[in-house]
């Protein structure tokens, strides 16, 4: 009997260490890219960067910025404006409006890129309808151009400003409605309380949504590679591919990385000194009546980016994949689908399994090493795709060269391509990007958690993997089902790693999507395009039914 207890003993023992030896692997793992980056970059030669330098540099340098600052202006504006209507007013279909809001995070950009290229080109319908009811010829008249950085910052604002209108919503919610009735008192106008009482009080939480699509926005590649928008994500990939040049790439993006990082730290700073009140919270807020002319413009100003951003493109990328000739049940089109779904299913299990982990230990064993690894692991969401390809695949590459040439040397044997021709590579990278979004909802839901469950469970004699297994899976399952559809949606939508990393003829819809796109065959892009917006809307939908249960 002694003796199954010392060995029940050793084995919790080791499972408890095991915690450990994952949380250092997977540390280990998000830290690989940023040491390739930075030995990549100083380790080759500076004349492509001075090339560069002397002739595109500057100009990828002002577009991202010019890019950056649109798609933070555009989407805070639509996203705290449609938050304060739908939570602070009341008026027709607002209910339903305020699900609506949610939609466009299920599309990638690029897939709305497609859609409106189709639409608004010199040959599509709008401008070819315009000529034919006007007899213009083509020299005739003046229309804005689709391809251009104001239609990328139109593109990425659509899809990224439900990151502003989501945090800024629930910071709305929040308020009571003392503040803001002392500003009425004072003679306030509704809308001046807004301006000087309401939007003060949320500004850390839509702050932290426009840091969110900042990244996101100099994470693109998709979009502004296809409108010929010159960025530092475009200059990273044409370095790589067009010019072969590694170290050019790897010293672009060092750059871009830096500016990430950047980006990543004013955003936690913004929530680090959110110290504002929210008044009494038991003093609910009685929404504003609103005129009819200004509930005409509450719901124009709240549908147009549903429209916008779903509807249109919706019907405009139907239309065209009707016409088109792919055939989504060819065994071409199912083998993109399963790529897609491979590699999507195993990066979500191992990014869940992961922030399990990694949040876990933190929880138990509250020190800086566990609180420094879930650091490393939520930067990676700041770092664009291709930064962590260059990252992964310079070092990975190496080793792989290094082993078969030592093989080859000694025992006539060669070991081919390891990790860089293997998808396991691909889906550490799509681990680094990610895994925040899987920590994020792991710590949403542990956050209602009692620390006392936990020491219950202790003095019962559970270890940290029983802890885990009885009592916080059970409890955490809806969230970590979120937190892995979450990380599914985003490997669907994921470009420039996949486009960089993917093993040859490997390919998934992503890329296939971008492909028949670059040849001008849109139509053709409509199909797979609309395969991933579909996918997509299936945590939006969950996001929706859970807005709409705590709706008033």
Request: hydrophobic share 55%.
């Amino acid at each position: 009997m002694e003796r199954l207890h010392h060995k029940d003993r050793v084995t919790r023992t080791l499972l408890s260490k095991g915690f450990t030896v994952i949380a250092i692997i997977v540390t280990a793992i998000c830290i690989v890219p940023y040491l390739g980056v930075l030995a990549a970059a100083f380790s080759g030669s500076f004349e492509t960067l001075d090339h560069l330098a002397e002739t595109v540099l500057g100009r990828y340098t002002l577009t991202t910025i010019a890019l950056v600052v649109m798609v933070m202006f555009c989407s805070a504006v639509i996203g705290a404006g449609a938050a304060w209507l739908v939570t602070m007013t009341d008026f027709p279909g607002r209910r339903w409006i305020e699900i609506a809001l949610a939609l466009p995070l299920a599309f990638p950009a690029y897939v709305l890129a497609y859609g409106y290229t189709h639409v608004l080109d010199h040959p599509g319908i709008v401008q070819s309808t315009l000529r034919d009811v006007t007899g213009w010829g083509p020299r005739d008249y003046w229309f804005p151009e689709i391809r251009s950085i104001g239609g990328a910052a139109m593109m990425l604002t659509l899809v990224l400003y439900p990151y502003v209108y989501l945090l800024a919503r629930a910071a709305f919610s929040a308020q009571g409605a003392g503040t803001f009735l002392a500003a009425r008192v004072l003679g306030k106008s509704p809308f001046r309380a807004f301006f000087q009482v309401s939007l003060p009080m949320a500004r850390p939480a839509i702050a932290s949504g426009v840091m969110l699509v900042a990244m996101e926005t100099i994470a693109d590649f998709g979009t502004v590679a296809y409108f010929g928008v010159q960025t530092f994500a475009v200059g990273i990939y044409t370095s790589w591919f067009t010019m072969a040049d590694r170290a050019a790439a790897a010293q672009l993006a060092l750059g871009l990385l830096a500016f990430a990082l950047l980006l990543a730290m004013l955003e936690r700073s913004s929530r680090g000194h959110a110290k504002y009140t929210n008044g009494r919270r038991n003093m609910p807020m009685e929404r504003l009546r609103l005129s009819h002319a200004q509930q005409t413009g509450a719901i124009a100003f709240c549908l147009a980016p549903v429209i916008l951003g779903v509807i249109l493109p919706v019907i405009a990328l139907t239309t065209m994949a009707l016409g088109s000739e792919q055939n989504l049940l060819s065994p071409r089109y199912l083998g993109f689908i399963q790529n897609s779904l491979t590699l999507a299913g195993i990066a979500a299990v191992l990014a869940v399994l992961a922030a399990l982990v990694l949040g876990t230990l933190h929880r138990v064993r509250a020190t800086r090493l566990t609180g420094t690894s879930l650091y490393l692991a939520r930067i990676g969401y700041a770092v664009p795709g291709g930064v962590i390809a260059v990252g992964l695949l310079v070092p990975f590459a190496a080793f792989d060269n290094g082993l078969d040439a030592w093989m080859r040397a000694n025992f006539d044997i060669s070991t081919g391509l390891l990790f860089t021709g293997s998808i396991w590579l691909l889906i550490f990278a799509y681990l680094i990007r990610f895994l925040a979004a899987a920590i994020g909802a792991y710590e949403g839901g542990i956050a209602s958690v009692g620390a006392n469950m936990d020491a219950a469970a202790r003095t019962l004699g559970q270890d940290m993997p029983g802890l885990v297994r009885r009592i916080h899976m059970p409890l955490l399952r809806t969230s970590l089902l979120t937190a892995g559809l979450i990380v599914f949606v985003d490997v669907m939508k994921e470009l420039p790693a996949t486009l960089i990393m993917r093993p040859f003829n490997y390919d998934t819809l992503a890329v296939q999507a971008y492909r028949l796109a670059s040849d001008e065959r849109l139509e053709g892009a409509a199909v797979p395009s609309l395969v991933i917006a579909a996918i997509g809307l299936i945590p939006v939908i969950l996001l929706c039914r859970r807005i709409g249960a705590g709706r008033a």
